[in-house]
């Protein structure tokens, strides 16, 4: 079962055995009691891949900037969006959606792969000298002292 989705993998048999019936999404959410949109979203699915969409994928596919830039080209020249992720393998045509959202907004950039985790510099590593590290070491022993006069006068404060 997907990890995100509210259907149960009995559910999913089921909607399959029904959409191949010829019942709706609406009609097959309505007989088994499940919401409509999950439903809608996992016959979008049906469509495009037909009872493989039962088999969940051991892992998420990328797609290089040129098979992004291709699939928006392609659905901005008329094509639908189904008939292009059939035709690339996607895994849903919302894919191709998002992308043509993405390039609207920001062009071409936004097809690009973006790095992943921190930027490189962003926390740079300051060589420390012996200085500083004694400074901070007396610091440290000043931070140690005053507790622990504190301490011995809140003892001597409960005592007397």
Same mark, same amino acid.
């Not at 089921?14 to 019936?21: D, S």
């Not at 409509?36 to 596919?61: D, I, N, S």
């Not at 507790?147 to 001597?156: A, E, F, I, M, V």
């Given at each position: 079962m997907r990890a995100r989705s509210s259907l149960s993998e009995f559910q999913r048999e089921? !909607?399959?055995?029904?959409?191949?019936?010829?019942?709706?999404? +609406?009609?097959?959410?309505?007989?088994?009691? =499940?919401?409509?949109?999950?439903?809608?979203?996992?016959?979008?699915?049906?469509? !495009?891949?037909?009872?493989?969409?039962?088999?969940?994928?051991? +892992?998420?596919?990328?797609?290089?900037?040129? =098979?992004?830039?291709?699939?928006?080209d392609r659905f901005i020249a008329g094509e639908s969006k189904m008939d292009l992720a059939r035709e690339f393998g996607l895994s849903s045509d919302q894919l191709v959606s998002s992308w043509v959202r993405a390039w609207r907004a920001g062009g071409d950039e936004a097809l690009r792969p973006k790095p992943k985790g921190r930027p490189k510099g962003s926390s740079p590593t300051k060589t420390v000298t012996e200085e500083d590290r004694l400074r901070r070491e007396?610091?440290?022993?000043?931070?140690?002292?005053?507790?622990?006069?504190?301490?011995?006068?809140?003892?001597?404060?409960?005592?007397?």
């Open positions: 089921q !909607l399959v055995a029904l959409f191949e019936q010829g019942l709706g999404y +609406t009609a097959a959410a309505n007989r088994l009691g =499940v919401g409509l949109y999950a439903v809608k979203r996992f016959e979008r699915r049906f469509k !495009l891949h037909g009872r493989l969409c039962l088999v969940e994928k051991p +892992t998420k596919q990328q797609f290089s900037f040129e =098979v992004k830039k291709e699939v928006v007396v610091e440290k022993l000043r931070a140690e002292n005053a507790y622990l006069k504190k301490l011995r006068d809140l003892r001597n404060q409960r005592r007397g």
